[in-house]
């Protein structure tokens, strides 16, 4: 039996699907307002940020490791007590100053495959794509790290997510304030259904500014 294009299903976005989809990968409490919730804030950020496949905990366990390691060096190197504090210091800031390292790396990269995303955004517009269409054609053209997340948004789009919904974690897990001014493009033109073209030639503009 044969499989041809007329006999497959056609899958079609189901709203009613939506809620099932995890919308962010928060891990700090969300409604919490505490000056430790607000510190894990950062933390699951800088996580998701930095690009890294780690989660949080494997972070925290490596900066346990990395305070012991050097910390217990210092204190048989040295046996002193001021020298093991500063080793156990350094230790446990070592995982946190690679993602700081790697964030801003991934933020810089990010940033430059914009205009090459928009580029692309445009030239399926010219040849008659709505704006799902080219988010998706875009999307699969693009690189990571950045082709990497707008597939992710697409993957919502075809549940039934709108736009903005899809888009709205987007420069939280970027850091890129390049990105907020894109999703905000991309929600107007969804909402107010504006031409397409027009709009991107506008975001390049301000982009570039």
Same mark, same amino acid.
């Given at each position: ?8 299903? +056609? ?21 919490? /307002? @505490? ?15 930095? $690009?890294?496949? &780690?989660?949080?905990?494997?972070? #925290?366990?490596? *900066?346990? !490791? $990395? &305070? ?10 040295? =046996? ?6 500063? $080793? ?10 690679? !993602?700081?390292?790697?964030?801003? +790396?991934?933020?810089?990269?990010? =940033? ?9 955004? =445009?030239?399926?517009?010219?040849? %008659? ?5 080219? !988010?998706?054609?875009? &999307?699969?053209? /693009?690189?990571?790290?950045? %082709? ?13 997510? %709108? ?10 897990? /970027? $850091? @890129? /304030? ?5 999703? @905000? &493009?991309?929600? =107007?033109?969804?909402?107010? %259904? *504006?031409?397409?073209?027009?709009? #991107?030639? +506008? #975001? ?6």
């Amino acid at each position: 039996m044969t499989t041809g294009p007329a006999n497959r299903l +056609r899958i079609e976005p189901q709203p009613q699907f939506a809620k099932i989809l995890k919308v962010d990968d928060s891990y700090a409490p969300p409604d919490s /307002t @505490s000056a430790a919730a607000r510190i894990n804030g950062r933390f699951d950020r800088l996580v998701v940020q930095s $690009g890294t496949s &780690a989660a949080p905990g494997v972070v #925290l366990r490596l *900066c346990v !490791l $990395g &305070a012991v390691t050097i910390g217990g060096a210092a204190f048989v190197v040295t =046996e002193n007590l001021l020298w093991t504090a500063l $080793g156990l210091a350094i230790g446990a800031f070592l995982p946190i100053y690679w !993602l700081l390292i790697a964030r801003a +790396r991934r933020v810089r990269k990010v =940033e430059r495959q914009i205009p090459e995303l928009i580029e692309g955004l =445009e030239h399926a517009a010219r040849h %008659g794509r709505g704006l799902a269409q080219s !988010l998706e054609m875009s &999307a699969a053209e /693009t690189p990571a790290p950045l %082709g990497v997340e707008i597939q992710r948004a697409v993957r919502r789009m075809r549940m039934g997510i %709108g736009v903005e919904a899809a888009f709205e974690d987007l420069p939280e897990r /970027t $850091g @890129s /304030t390049q990105i907020s001014t894109l999703v @905000s &493009a991309l929600a =107007e033109h969804d909402r107010s %259904g *504006c031409d397409l073209i027009d709009h #991107l030639e +506008r #975001l390049k503009s301000r982009l570039a500014t």
